[in-house]
């Protein structure tokens, strides 16, 4: 009777449910599929063509995961992905799946996805005739005393019929006699059989009649089945027992304990002695279920709680209770007992995933749909009504469908694979009962990468300082880039940008950057050179950036000072001087020059004397190499002195070069004759010396606007310092402040040292420093002087 309730209040909710959608929704509630199918239909029947009722491509079916979900552990129905059929899954007994005699709907769930698309299919199960009428016990025997007044009712056993409708019974008959008839009574949906006396009885012509009652269904064909009735002619006990209600009506919790009284039935039998005591039971026709909730105390009256009761199982029981006398024969009356029960918020919510996307592209847009979830509360009423929400604060939300406590889980807002690469979305539904009950369900989804981060360097340029004669095919220095991608889209390639002839002479390994030279630099012929590096990422479509590299040629000590003055015709460093006995202390003798095609230290010259015939004759400045007379000659010094002057850098490991000076002392009026002949020599060189001194100074002005605009350009665009390398020397506790420049054919030079007099002097073993600057214009005359 529970279960009958069940339907109709099932058929009912339908009923009203699509008339709301009909009404609301229009066209999107005229989306939902109808299809009837008899029970007990063999697996595989085809139910109807799902696909094609709801307009789907049925070549993209099993793409689209065409399926039927449902929270039900025993699907009786599946979907066939190649054409769309609905089709019977098990065998489906409908008196199993729905009870009584309402309309049997099952709701199904249609998925498919890309798009994600939920569609409702109602299959209603119809009844088919594969159940005969049956009674609970085979036979049924009464006592009638023989002056039992005629139209008497006896209650006989009524035959139970699972099946439903016209299937259900629909007659009850008996055998053909002189003194009983059957008659049928309509009680709720059930037909109760009653044996009439029409006539009275005699018990000494005849004491006892077997009679044959027989229930009949409405199916096609029909099936019955019999009652065996068994009637013994006794002596009247002429009153009945009388309950006080015809029915009782009661309420109770369904918490309620295991022991509790529900009820007390009573009934009363103005008969005396044992026809007047009276015995309670349970009708033996009542639903095994009745037998093990409820207990009928057959003295008292009182109705126990046998077993638990739950609301979710059955809201309403109906129990016939009996009251029979002891008298002979005994007479029996009926009562019924309508038991209702009550919800109570025992049941917490059920969170159902039916379709969940576990992997999430990072460049999905707001809305996209990740899941579809669908929450159910067994309990009704309050308890029922359910609170759904995110607890987390992620860029997920809920976004409720047009069929109630059915949701779909979206993107909020836009997702960065490389800030949160994983999210656990934790759902909790929550009912309205008192206390309310909550559920959790969480989700894992997993941010699949996108290739939106150029790979990038850690610095833009990069310096690098290379000794010069480094050995060709080596590595020289590396660089490394960074991507914040994963997988293909974060491994990094590299190559160089080829800009001009120089970087032919470099490679890169695509791997990991290092950087390898094909060729030994030389810091004479180059000082600096820059390119460009670009690290290309592995996605599609693939990023790039790049960084400029500067490189900085280090100078070593690998170029031997060269004596340019003096210089024999064949081109040995040895020169003659001419001088007058009578000149004076400090005298100009000559003046030894050199130069050194390093820089810094390395180009550093100093002058000492290595040999000479008189020490106290001649001496040698160590900065600037001029040879000076320390005293004047005398009758008896020689007339011819040799001198060999060392030139030396201060490189880590010196260089040098030797120069030989003859000096030959003649008189006043020969050295008078040869200066002369120097002096028209010397005209000519200083009138070529002027010129080429204007256009020196004209270049050199311009060159030094152009570095003062481009050192401007340079500050103002980066702010990195960085220092100079060269004329570093950390053991020199001086200041380079005194200078001499002088050019001499395509070099031009710099000797520096510390702040002395023109007049200095060295004595041999002494060092000194020379600065070396490489110059490769053709200019070629006197050495010019700039302190």
Known sequence: MASERRCRSSIYFLLGFHLSLLLIFGKQALAELRYSIPEEMREGTVVGNVAKDL?????????????????????????NPDNGALQVRKKIDREELCYGSGACLMELKILVE?????????????????????????EQQFQIFEHAAPGTRFDLHAARDPDAGSNSIRTYTL??????????????EDKMPFLVLKKSLDREQKNKHVLFVTAVDGGKPHRSGTLNVSIIVLDIND????????????????????????????ATDPDEGTNGEIEYSLSKTLARKIYEIFELDSLSGQLKLKGVVDFEESEIYKLDVQASDKGTPPLMSRCKVIIKIKDVNDNPPEIEVTSLSNTVSEDSKPGTVISLISVTDKDSGVNGKIISRITEEVPFELKPSFKENTYSVVTKGFLDREEVSNYEITIKATDCGEPPLSTFK?????????????????????????????????SIFSVSAKDNDANDNAAISYHIARENDLTTFLNVNSDNGHITTLKSFDFETLKTFQFQVVATDSGTPSLSSNVTVNVFILDQNDNAPVILYPVSSNGSAEGVEEIPRNVNAGHLVTKVRAYDADIGYNGWLLFSLQDVTDHSLFGL??????????????????????????????????????????VK???????????????????????????????????VSTLFLISIIVLIAMQCSKTTDYTSKYLQET????????SIQYRSGDKRYMLVGPRMSIGSTIVPGSHANTLVLPDRRGTSGEVNWFI
């Open 621 to 662: 400045d160590r900065y600037t190499g001029q040879i000076r007379t320390l005293r004047s000659f005398t009758e008896t010094d020689e007339a011819e002195h040799k001198l060999v002057i060392l030139v030396k850098d201060n490189g880590n490991v010196s260089l040098s070069a030797t120069a030989t000076v003859l």
């Open 239 to 266: 009153n009945r027992p009388m309950f006080s209600q015809d029915t009782y009506q009661i309420e109770i919790y369904e918490n309620v304990p295991v022991g509790t009284t529900v009820t007390r039935v009573n």
């Open 731 to 738: 053991n020199y506790d001086g200041t380079l402040c005194h």
């Open 665 to 699: 002392v003649v008189e006043p009026k020969e050295a008078f004759a040869a200066s002369d002949v120097k002096s028209a020599t010397n005209d000519e060189e200083e009138n070529n010396v002027t010129f080429y001194l204007m256009i020196t100074l004209g270049s």
């Open 114 to 138: 890309d798009p994600l698309e939920i569609h409702y299919v109602v299959v209603e199960i119809t009844d088919v005739n594969d159940h005969s009428p049956s009674f609970s016990e085979k």
């Open 442 to 474: 969480t989700l894992n989804i997993q941010i699949s990468d996108v290739n939106d981060n150029s790979p990038h360097f850690s610095q833009n340029p990069l310096h690098f300082y290379l000794v010069e004669n480094n050995i060709a095919g080596g």
């Open 175 to 188: 055998t053909s006699n002189d003194h009983f008839e059957i008659d049928v009574s309509q009680s709720d």
């Open 55 to 79: 307009g789907l491509d049925k070549t993209s079916l099993i793409d689209r995961r065409f399926r039927v979900v449902s929270g039900s552990k025993d699907a009786f129905f599946e979907v």
